[in-house]
């Protein structure tokens, strides 16, 4: 049973907008903190954006701010990474995830469910 599914991913030109969604089937996702990773071609996951469990706290990477939003769908069982001004160095897969215990911080290993990405491509 997969935990998390992602959606929305594609190829577009640099400038361009995507909207990312994860949704997590049989079960409400508004009671944890969830967050997205990226894994660019051949280097680590790395963290992007996250948002608390109740959607009132948001962080995100350097690198995306002011450029993507993390949100809450108004379905219980969905978030979405809303991408504009899209640029070549944002191509990677994106992976949505969920904390489900008491970790803290935005390392890999401080989420315990994993979506199996949406690849998005960005040309210049």
């Known amino acids: 049973q997969e935990h998390l599914v992602e959606s929305g991913g594609g190829s577009v030109q640099a400038g361009g907008s995507l909207r990312l969604s994860c949704n997590a089937p049989?079960?409400?996702?508004?009671?944890?903190?969830m967050a997205w990773f990226r894994q660019p071609p051949e280097k680590e996951r790395e963290f992007v954006a996250a948002?608390?469990?109740?959607?009132?706290?948001?962080v995100y990477t350097d690198s995306v701010k002011g450029r993507f939003t993390i949100s809450r769908g108004s379905a219980k069982n969905t978030i979405f990474l809303q991408m504009n001004d899209l640029k070549p160095e944002d191509t990677a897969v994106y992976y949505c995830?969920?904390?489900?215990?008491?970790?803290?911080?935005?390392?890999?290993?401080?989420?315990?469910?994993w979506g199996r990405g949406t690849q998005v491509t960005v040309s210049s």
């Open positions: 995830s969920l904390r489900a215990g008491a970790k803290t911080g935005y390392a890999v290993n401080s989420y315990d469910y």
């Open positions: 049989g079960r409400t996702v508004n009671s944890y903190a």
């Open positions: 948002i608390s469990y109740d959607g009132r706290d948001t």
